[in-house]
């Protein structure tokens, strides 16, 4: 602690001791659970569903469902479970910083920004996922798939350095753009110290969202022909194809 003179009473007190943080410590964290959260929500459904489709339970449910109502609820059950986990960690994470008296690291305006990001990246990763699970033959061909699921987190935390060294330059300007890095990024950008010029995480959400249900409509023209086909497993190609197989 340091100690300092009164200047009315010329008396030494000891001085407060300084808590401090090197400034990509917070905002590397919110990132990272914004990353926890989206695998922990979305990934387990990509070896339900091929489970699921081995043992035929789905033919069952289609005499009184359509596809589409069958993707959308497990992307629900996905999005709702992100979304109460994420509240308890977040709660966690305020509690400790309160605690340390470190509340004013909190990044309390951010917070809206984290549930809106969440929420795009849930519900595309989590389609994304059904979609691959109802292509795959089994559960076993599910994990060949896992990388066509990952790769949309993987590469944002490949770049999270250069990013928290320059928030605003161009790789990180760039990056933060792109629909499928958009929710990571952005996040960890604004979070940086240094201002991210307004409209930029305005633009980044639009195209999250629109990117979120451009995947939700791929993924269920995947969904409709997967779910009911056996044999092997398709390949990437096929895949595309019957995105687009009337």
């Given at each position: 602690?340091?100690?300092k003179k009164?200047a009315?009473?010329?008396?030494?007190?000891a001085?407060?001791?300084?808590?401090?943080?090197p400034?990509?410590v917070?905002?590397y964290f919110?990132?990272?659970?914004l990353?926890?959260?989206?695998?922990i929500?979305?990934?387990?459904?990509?070896?339900?569903i091929?489970?699921?489709?081995?043992?035929?339970?789905?033919?069952?449910m289609?005499s009184?469902?359509?596809?589409f109502?069958?993707?959308?609820?497990?992307?629900?059950a996905?999005?709702g479970?992100s979304l109460?986990s994420?509240?308890?960690?977040?709660?966690?994470?305020?509690l400790v910083l309160w605690?340390?008296?470190m509340?004013?690291l909190?990044?309390l305006d951010l917070?809206p920004?984290?549930?809106?990001?969440?929420?795009?990246?849930?519900?595309?990763?989590?389609?994304w996922?059904?979609a691959?699970?109802?292509?795959?033959?089994t559960?076993?061909?599910?994990?060949h798939?896992?990388f066509?699921?990952?790769?949309?987190?993987?590469?944002?935390m490949?770049?999270?350095a250069?990013?928290?060294?320059?928030?605003?330059?161009?790789l990180?300007?760039v990056?933060?753009?792109?629909?499928?890095?958009?929710?990571?990024?952005?996040?960890?950008?604004q979070?940086?110290?240094?201002?991210?010029?307004?409209?930029?995480?305005w633009?980044?959400?639009?195209?999250g969202?629109a990117?979120?249900?451009?995947?939700?409509w791929a993924?269920?023209?995947i969904?409709r022909?997967?779910?009911?086909?056996?044999?092997?497993?398709p390949?990437l190609p096929e895949?595309?194809?019957?995105?687009?197989?009337?």
């Amino acid at each position: 602690n340091l100690v300092k003179k009164d200047a009315a009473t010329g008396k030494l007190i000891a001085g407060e001791k300084k808590r401090t943080v090197p400034p990509g410590v917070v905002p590397y964290f919110l990132a990272m659970l914004l990353v926890m959260i989206v695998m922990i929500g979305s990934a387990p459904n990509l070896g339900s569903i091929a489970e699921d489709k081995m043992q035929r339970v789905f033919e069952m449910m289609l005499s009184s469902v359509t596809p589409f109502e069958l993707m959308a609820g497990k992307v629900l059950a996905s999005l709702g479970a992100s979304l109460t986990s994420s509240a308890f960690y977040i709660a966690g994470g305020l509690l400790v910083l309160w605690g340390m008296a470190m509340f004013n690291l909190a990044p309390l305006d951010l917070l809206p920004w984290f549930f809106i990001y969440l929420i795009a990246d849930v519900v595309m990763l989590s389609a994304w996922s059904v979609a691959l699970g109802s292509a795959s033959a089994t559960p076993q061909d599910a994990q060949h798939l896992v990388f066509l699921l990952i790769l949309p987190i993987m590469i944002p935390m490949f770049v999270m350095a250069p990013v928290i060294q320059q928030p605003n330059g161009t790789l990180a300007v760039v990056m933060s753009f792109l629909p499928p890095f958009t929710p990571v990024l952005m996040l960890l950008r604004q979070a940086l110290p240094g201002r991210v010029p307004w409209w930029q995480p305005w633009v980044g959400v639009v195209g999250g969202i629109a990117c979120a249900l451009a995947v939700v409509w791929a993924a269920s023209r995947i969904y409709r022909i997967g779910i009911l086909s056996q044999g092997k497993t398709p390949k990437l190609p096929e895949l595309i194809r019957w995105v687009f197989e009337r």
